[in-house]
């Protein structure tokens, strides 16, 4: 029997919603069929988005989306994709498979989603190709209500009122496809460029991303924040956040691995590689502390997920990839890391959202899937805007030979009503284990519960698409707490009152 014991009376922080984000990029079938289908289309749609798509996003509770990229980013031109769509420019999609772009979704459709979605927007903008003025000029286009040369330029194009920009990113990875530059060289960038995002409209203020390092690249913490924080401590370094990239790739870059055809150590490989996350999080925590010792800063890990060689037959530039029951336990793990980390950790956003990478839909022509990776998400998200409490679960080291692993995963948070909730995932392929929840100073009342479990490699396809799905679970109410069964190879969520 593993205790899981948890306190009540500590509350560790609080749990943003937008730790559950997503990330949304001009890459393969993500935009393009994924989301945007036309408004012509035969695919049920309202205003060109698929129904289908916002519709289950809407049920998940999706927080955040960022967008327009990625890589795609610091090639985009903002002013390429307004206006009537005949007279759009096109251009190459030089990243992503070569394709022609036609520009038919910009910034109106991106904030036309956002509205029908719900949730927060987070743009990315254009350091590595881009002007100073282009990037102060979408800020304007997308957020000054008054009358300006953009918000004219807005209005003629039928959007009358200025739109809520939450995030803002200056730049992506601009070490590597976003310019290839050294950190101080970006941190003085990123203080030049920020400069001019204006806060046009004082009660929606806007939160500027810095661009941060690839995965262990401490010296691009250091040196990036050293530079921003230079005789600007009182402003932050200018920043409401830094970025943070890490993707769980199974073997290397050139061969990374199958997404449904691997065995048990490939499985545990892939695991442990995604509990790295927990150390990435706290070293390059432990740089920032030196600079920003209050944490006003958030560590925003706007691009993590699973990376494997792309589906057999689609085209290497698109990334598409299916997901298994594997996704879900790197989901749960890392989602409940980020819980874990909430006093530094202000956003995380999983890529990508539909058709690239460890998606949460799958879509083909009309049809569409949930991944095991959707039902994670839908049932983490009873953690938004909670407030995570002192845990500890004892484990043992189970694995391969060559890689070991905790054998549980777990955070717990209470939301507004006293409700405790509790995220739990048993990383073993094969054993089930006995766990006794113990909730200090409080008689449990009640608890329900919900679970994701099947075998390791098993996954949704349009044939089959309810193959992988949440069911109910039950755990028991026992004199000193919750006493339940957790089978291998599966994600749960309790609920105790
Ligand atoms: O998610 C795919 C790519 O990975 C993104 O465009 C880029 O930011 C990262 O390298």
């Given at each position: 029997m593993f205790k899981l014991?948890?306190?009540?009376?500590?509350?560790?922080?609080?749990?943003?919603?937008?730790?559950?984000?997503?990330?949304?990029?001009?890459?393969?079938?993500?935009?393009?069929?994924?989301?945007?289908?036309?408004?012509?289309?035969?695919?049920?749609?309202?205003?060109?988005?698929?129904?289908?798509?916002?519709?289950?996003?809407?049920?998940?509770?999706?927080?955040?989306?960022?967008?327009?990229?990625?890589?795609?980013?610091?090639?985009?031109?903002?002013?390429?994709?307004?206006?009537?769509?005949?007279?759009?420019?096109?251009?190459?999609?030089?990243?992503?498979?070569?394709?022609?772009?036609?520009?038919?979704?910009?910034?109106?459709?991106?904030?036309?989603?956002?509205?029908?979605?719900?949730?927060?927007?987070?743009?990315?903008?254009?350091?590595?190709?881009?002007?100073?003025?282009?990037?102060?000029?979408?800020?304007?286009?997308?957020?000054?209500?008054?009358?300006?040369?953009?918000?004219?330029?807005?209005?003629?194009?039928?959007?009358?009122?200025?739109?809520?920009?939450?995030?803002?990113?200056?730049?992506?990875?601009?070490?590597?496809?976003?310019?290839?530059?050294?950190?101080?060289?970006?941190?003085?960038?990123?203080?030049?460029?920020?400069?001019?995002?204006?806060?046009?409209?004082?009660?929606?203020?806007?939160?500027?991303?810095?661009?941060?390092?690839?995965?262990?690249?401490?010296?691009?913490?250091?040196?990036?924040?050293?530079?921003?924080?230079?005789?600007?401590?009182?402003?932050?370094?200018?920043?409401?956040?830094?970025?943070?990239?890490?993707?769980?790739?199974?073997?290397?870059?050139i061969h990374k691995g199958s997404a449904t055809k691997f065995n048990e150590d490939d499985w545990y490989n892939t695991l442990k590689k995604t509990i790295f996350m927990k150390e990435l999080i706290e070293r390059h925590t432990a740089i920032m502390d030196k600079y920003d010792k209050d944490h006003k800063v958030g560590l925003m890990v706007d691009e993590w997920g699973t990376w494997y060689d792309v589906e057999p037959g689609t085209n290497p530039g698109f990334l598409y990839q299916q997901n298994t029951m594997r996704d879900a336990l790197v989901a749960g793990i890392n989602l409940n890391i980020f819980n874990k980390h909430c006093d530094r950790v202000k956003m995380a956003n999983i890529a990508q959202l539909v058709n690239v990478l460890q998606s949460v839909l799958l879509t083909e022509g009309p049809k569409m899937v949930k991944t095991p990776t959707y039902y994670v998400f839908k049932m983490y998200n009873v953690h938004q805007d909670a407030e995570l409490l002192d845990s500890y679960v004892e484990t043992e080291e189970i694995g391969s030979e060559k890689d070991k692993v905790p054998n549980l995963s777990e955070s717990v948070s209470v939301d507004k009503n006293g409700t405790i909730h509790v995220t739990l995932c048993n990383l073993s392929c094969k054993d089930a284990y006995d766990v006794k929840v113990l909730v200090a100073d409080k008689k449990v009342k009640s608890v329900s519960g919900e679970i994701l479990t099947n075998k390791m490699d098993a996954y949704n396809t349009f044939d089959a698409p309810e193959k992988v799905k949440t069911k109910r679970f039950k755990a028991n109410v026992v004199e000193d707490g919750v006493e339940l069964n957790i089978p291998a190879c599966s994600v749960i969520q309790l609920s105790i009152k």
């Open positions: 014991f948890i306190n009540p009376k500590n509350k560790k922080g609080h749990i943003n919603p937008e730790l559950q984000g997503h990330f949304s990029e001009h890459l393969g079938r993500c935009i393009y069929e994924g989301i945007y289908v036309g408004e012509k289309s035969d695919i049920p749609n309202v205003n060109g988005m698929r129904k289908d798509v916002v519709d289950a996003l809407k049920e998940m509770k999706i927080p955040v989306l960022r967008w327009p990229g990625g890589c795609f980013a610091d090639e985009y031109h903002w002013k390429d994709g307004i206006g009537p769509k005949k007279g759009r420019k096109k251009m190459i999609n030089t990243h992503w498979g070569g394709v022609l772009e036609d520009n038919s979704f910009g910034t109106d459709e991106f904030m036309e989603l956002i509205s029908q979605l719900g949730c927060k927007s987070y743009i990315n903008g254009n350091v590595g190709s881009g002007t100073v003025q282009e990037m102060s000029e979408w800020v304007e286009y997308m957020t000054f209500e008054g009358v300006s040369p953009m918000a004219d330029m807005r209005k003629k194009n039928g959007h009358a009122d200025a739109y809520k920009v939450d995030y803002f990113g200056v730049g992506n990875e601009n070490w590597g496809c976003g310019g290839n530059m050294n950190p101080d060289y970006y941190g003085n960038l990123y203080r030049r460029y920020q400069t001019y995002i204006r806060n046009y409209n004082p009660e929606h203020r806007i939160n500027k991303i810095c661009c941060g390092a690839n995965a262990g690249d401490y010296e691009w913490t250091d040196v990036v924040m050293k530079t921003c924080f230079k005789n600007a401590e009182h402003f932050h370094g200018f920043m409401e956040g830094l970025s943070l990239h890490y993707y769980t790739v199974p073997n290397d870059w």
